[in-house]
């Protein structure tokens, strides 16, 4: 069966401070693989999307970038995190059909 | 370009009941589908159901069912016999056209969900 991973869980940054959050996915060949964020109280929104290695679209213009270096993992980097990066971020993938999103279990990030 | 929208910023109802919760959107594409999403306290979005635009039938799974209506655009969810557990927010969410490669997912802005004992 196929699992995703998260980490860290929850991460405490200063401002300015760089940012590396992992997504893995096990049990599963060339997922689509997606980060959101979510605003306290807020729905969710879809930050980058990948369908393959070095393949990554941005949905937003931010200070935020990602990566898929391996298959089955997705990075989301920041150089200098901003207040308002602070969220609930969420890694997601994808079945083909019904195309069917799939959630990891989140990093909550507070930048103080 | 899609959209989503759950009115309900709040439903409350007793243990064993059914409740529906409401979700309608808008769409020019011909194929889509339609998701429900369950999101507890600890933050995890768990998949709960889904409907394909093409579906003759209502999808059921479990408790769960989906109320598809697809003249009047909406895809309401409907829990019955209501459990502690149900206590939640409810996101429903679209995406366009399946086999594009690129899904993605249009999210409502959900309704929270508190069953009473």
């Known amino acids: 069966s196929q699992t995703i991973h998260q980490w860290p869980a929850t991460l405490v940054q200063p401002v300015g401070s760089p940012l590396s959050l992992e997504c893995t996915v096990e049990?599963?060949?060339?997922?689509?693989l997606y980060w959101y964020r979510q605003a306290a109280g807020r729905g969710l929104q879809l930050l980058f999307y990948?369908?393959?290695?070095?393949?990554i679209s941005s949905e937003v213009p931010q200070n935020l970038s990602a990566s898929r270096p391996q298959d089955r993992q997705f990075i989301l980097s920041s150089k200098k995190l901003l207040l308002s990066d602070s969220g609930f971020y969420l890694c997601?993938?994808?079945?083909?059909?019904?195309?069917?999103?799939?959630f990891g279990p989140g990093t909550r990030l507070t930048v103080l | 370009a899609q959209k989503i929208t759950q009115t309900q910023p709040g439903m409350f109802v007793q243990e064993k009941e059914a409740v529906t919760l409401d979700c309608t959107y808008d769409?020019?594409?011909?194929?889509?589908?339609l998701f429900w999403y369950k999101q507890p306290s600890s933050g995890e979005m768990i998949f709960l159901i889904y409907?394909?635009?093409?579906?003759?039938q209502n999808a059921t799974e479990g408790r769960y069912s989906l109320n598809f209506q697809k003249a009047r655009k909406s895809a309401n969810l409907v829990i019955s016999a209501s459990q502690l557990g149900d206590s939640a927010m409810y996101f429903c969410?679209?995406?366009?056209?399946?086999?594009?490669?690129?899904?993605?997912?249009?999210f409502g802005k959900g309704t929270m969900l508190l069953v009473s004992p």
């Open positions: 997601a993938w994808m079945t083909r059909p019904p195309d069917t999103q799939y």
């Open positions: 769409t020019s594409d011909q194929s889509y589908g």
């Open positions: 969410a679209m995406r366009g056209p399946s086999g594009v490669g690129y899904s993605t997912l249009t």
């Open positions: 049990g599963t060949s060339n997922p689509n």
């Open positions: 990948s369908v393959g290695i070095g393949q």
């Open positions: 409907q394909g635009s093409y579906d003759e």
